[in-house]
C-alpha cells in the first residue's frame, strides 16, 4: 500500500484521478478553501464547505481509513449514506460532498491482502472416459434415480377397467383367477375419494398461489414506498441544498448571527519591559522666563522629543510625578470563530498599543525637549508643536533597537459580552497580526458557542456586491441592566450595559489592492499605501463598530470593519477575512 488514490465521479474534477502518496500524506483534508489538500472549485462546486471533511490513516493500523464531516452545512455521503460524525473508509467506497455534490471514489494502491477480492472458483471440467465413478477431478457418480410408480390397484388385481360411455366402467375378470364382480357403489365411492383429493389439491394450489401473489404484492409495495422515501428524501436534500445557497436577507443574517457577534470592552496601559513599570507622557510647567509657553492659562503643558530628523515621538518617562500614563479604555466589537471560545476582532481594540495612539488633547501644541532641554526657536522662545498622528507606542525608539527590549503594552481588562446579556466574560489576547489590522482573542468556556462560516473572497469580490455589518456602534444609544446582588458579603447592585448588535447594510464601493505585481508588457505595478482593504458605501457605523463582521449575502463573514473617514462624507473600511484565516493558522514556513 504505497499511496491513496481519488478518482472523481462528478463535479468540476469529473474524470480526474489524483495520487497522494503516504509516505507524505497521512491525511487529506476537501473543501473549497485554498489550504485544502483536495481543492474544489470555489463558484462550480458550491455545495462543498470551505474545510468539508478529512480523509485519515489510523496511526495503530496503517490499512484502515477514516473519513470525518467537519461541521459542514451540507454534510458528506458516503455509499449515499449521510455522516454523522466519523465513519471508517474502505477501497472502492465512493464519497459524495452535499446532496447533489461533487462524488469521489476512494481507493488505495495496491489493496491491503484482506481487502482483496476472494479468488473465484472454476469449473472442474469433465472426467475422461473410463473414469471411476467419484475419482478425483471428476464429475460425481450418476445417482440411480426412483423407479416406475407402482401399477394402479385395479391392475396389480387383474382388471382391464376401460372408460364407458356414460362414464362408468366395465370390470370383466381377467385370466389370473376370478375375484368377482366389483358393484357399482363400489366405483362411485371411490370416485368421489378421487374428487374429494382432487379438491383438496385445488384448494391448497389455490391458497399457495394466493400467498405467492401477497408477497409479491408487498415486495411491490415495499419497494415502490422505498423508492418514494429516497425519491423524497433526495428532492429534499435538494431542496436544503438550495436554500442553504439561496441569498439571505439583512434580518436572516441579525437572526442566525446575533449571537455570533459580541461586546467587547478594554482598558490598557504601556509598559516599560525592563522594570514592568507604566509609561507616563511627560508634561513640563507652563512657564518660560515668567511668561506662559501657551498663554491660555493652563499649568502644564505636553513634552515630545525628536528620535530622527522628521520623526517626533511624546517624551516618555517612568515618573507619575511629572505626566500622564500611556492607556486608555474603549469599546469595540468581535465575532467567534471558533466553538471554542476564539474571537476575531481589530488589533486596533485587542492590542491597542500596536496602533496609531490618539492623544487626549492631540490639538493642543506642546514643547519640543532635546538633550534634556527645551529646544528654543530663533526669536528665543520655546519651539511649539502639535502631536503626531501616527506614534506607535509599542514602536517608540526611546528605548534603542526593539529586539534589546524596550516598550509593550498590557490588557488591564478585556471583557467579552454576547448580544441581549450582561454577563462579562474575561478574554485573553491569543494572537495578533503583523500584516493588518487583526487581532485573536480566546474566553474560556465550559459550553460551546455560535460561530460563523468565514469565506476567503478576496480574489473574486467585485464593487456592488453585498456588505452587511453586525457591531456595536458607539453612537447607538445603550441599554442597561440592573443586576440586584444576593451575597451577602457584597450588596451593590451592578448596572451594565446590555448590548443588542445595530445591523448596518451597503455594498462594496470599492476594493482596495495594497500591490499589484503586473508583469504585462507596458504596464507598472500598482501600489496603495493603504493597504488591502474593502471601500463599503456603509456610513451608519463607526467608533465601537471595529472589530465587527462583514457578511455576503449569503451570511458568510468576508471582512473584519476596521476604519472609517469623513471629509464632506463618511467612508468606511473593512480588512478581507484572509487576514484573519492566517491569524488562525499555525502560519508557513519560509
Known amino acids: 500500500m504505497e499511496r491513496i488514490i481519488l478518482r472523481h465521479i462528478s463535479g468540476s474534477k469529473a474524470g480526474q484521478v489524483e495520487e497522494f502518496p503516504l509516505s507524505h500524506f497521512k491525511e487529506l483534508t476537501i473543501g473549497r ?3 485544502a489538500t483536495v481543492k474544489y472549485d470555489p463558484d462550480r462546486d458550491d455545495l462543498v464547505g470551505r474545510v ?3 480523509i485519515a490513516q489510523d496511526p495503530t493500523n496503517p490499512t484502515r481509513f477514516t473519513i470525518s464531516d467537519l461541521n459542514s452545512r451540507n454534510g458528506t455521503y458516503v455509499n449515499r449514506q449521510r455522516l454523522v460524525g466519523t465513519t471508517q473508509l474502505s477501497p472502492g467506497d465512493s464519497v459524495q460532498f452535499g446532496a447533489g455534490g461533487p462524488e469521489l471514489q476512494f481507493d488505495l494502491d495496491p ?17 475422461g472416459l473410463g473414469s471411476a465413478p467419484g475419482a478425483m477431478g471428476g464429475p460425481p457418480p450418476t445417482r440411480t434415480g426412483p423407479g416406475m410408480p407402482p401399477s394402479p390397484p385395479y391392475q396389480q388385481q387383474g382388471y382391464n377397467i376401460p372408460p364407458t360411455r356414460e362414464g362408468g366402467y366395465n370390470i370383466p375378470p381377467t385370466q389370473a383367477g376370478s375375484h368377482g364382480t ?48 429516497q425519491i423524497a428524501s433526495e428532492t429534499r436534500g435538494i431542496l436544503e441544498a438550495e436554500k442553504a ?9 441579525v437572526k442566525n448571527y446575533t449571537n455570533s457577534a459580541v461586546y467587547i470592552e478594554c482598558g ?18 507652563n512657564n518660560y522666563k515668567g511668561k506662559q509657553i501657551v498663554p491660555d492659562g493652563r499649568s502644564s503643558v505636553a513634552a515630545y522629543v525628536m528620535v530622527s530628523q522628521d520623526q517626533i515621538e511624546p517624551y516618555l518617562t517612568t515618573d507619575s510625578r511629572g505626566g500622564r500614563p500611556i492607556g486608555g479604555e474603549h469599546t469595540g466589537s468581535g465575532f467567534t470563530v471558533t466553538s471554542d471560545g476564539f474571537i476575531l476582532t481589530n488589533r486596533h481594540v485587542a492590542a491597542t498599543w500596536r496602533t496609531s495612539y490618539q492623544f487626549p488633547n492631540d490639538s493642543t501644541p506642546g514643547v519640543v525637549i532635546q538633550g534634556g532641554q527645551l529646544a528654543l526657536g530663533q526669536d528665543g522662545n520655546p519651539i511649539l508643536i502639535r502631536a503626531p498622528q501616527d506614534w506607535v507606542p509599542s514602536e517608540t525608539k526611546q528605548a534603542g533597537q526593539k529586539l534589546q527590549g524596550g516598550f509593550e503594552g498590557r490588557n488591564d481588562y478585556l471583557n467579552v459580552t454576547f448580544a441581549k446579556n450582561d454577563l462579562r466574560i474575561p478574554a485573553k489576547l491569543a494572537r495578533t497580526s503583523d500584516r493588518h489590522d487583526v487581532a485573536m482573542i480566546k474566553i474560556d468556556t465550559p459550553e460551546a458557542v455560535s460561530k460563523v462560516e468565514l469565506y476567503d473572497n478576496y480574489d473574486a469580490i467585485k464593487p456592488g456586491d453585498a456588505a452587511i455589518i453586525l457591531g456595536y456602534p458607539a453612537v447607538s444609544p445603550p441599554v442597561y441592566g440592573v443586576t440586584k446582588s444576593q451575597d451577602v458579603f457584597n450588596r451593590e447592585s451592578k448596572v451594565k450595559i446590555v448590548p443588542d448588535p445595530t445591523v448596518s447594510v451597503g455594498n462594496v464601493g470599492r476594493v482596495i489592492r495594497g500591490s499589484s505585481d503586473n508583469t504585462a508588457p507596458g504596464k507598472d505595478p500598482i501600489y496603495s499605501a493603504f493597504g488591502d482593504a474593502y471601500q463599503l458605501t456603509i456610513n451608519s457605523t463607526g467608533s465601537g463598530n471595529s472589530g465587527g463582521p462583514v457578511f455576503d449575502d449569503r451570511g458568510r463573514v468576508t471582512g473584519i470593519f476596521f476604519a472609517s473617514s469623513r471629509s464632506d462624507a463618511m467612508i468606511t473600511f473593512a480588512v478581507p477575512i484572509r487576514y484573519g484565516k492566517e491569524l488562525m493558522s499555525v502560519g508557513t514556513s519560509r
Open 33 to 35: 478553501d485554498t489550504s
Open 52 to 54: 468539508h471533511a478529512k
Open 182 to 229: 366389483v358393484g357399482k357403489a363400489t366405483v362411485e365411492r371411490m370416485i368421489a375419494q378421487n374428487k374429494s383429493s382432487s379438491t383438496k389439491y385445488l384448494i391448497f394450489g389455490g391458497a399457495a398461489i394466493l400467498l405467492i401473489i401477497a408477497v409479491v404484492a408487498a415486495a411491490l409495495i415495499y419497494q415502490q414506498i422505498s423508492s418514494n422515501r
Open 245 to 253: 445557497g439561496a441569498p439571505m436577507t439583512p434580518a436572516d443574517i
Open 111 to 127: 489493496r491491503p491482502q484482506q481487502q482483496m477480492k476472494a479468488t473465484r472458483v472454476g469449473d472442474s471440467g469433465t472426467a
Open 268 to 285: 490598557w496601559k504601556l509598559i516599560y519591559t525592563p522594570t514592568g513599570g507604566q509609561v507616563y507622557h511627560m508634561y513640563i510647567p
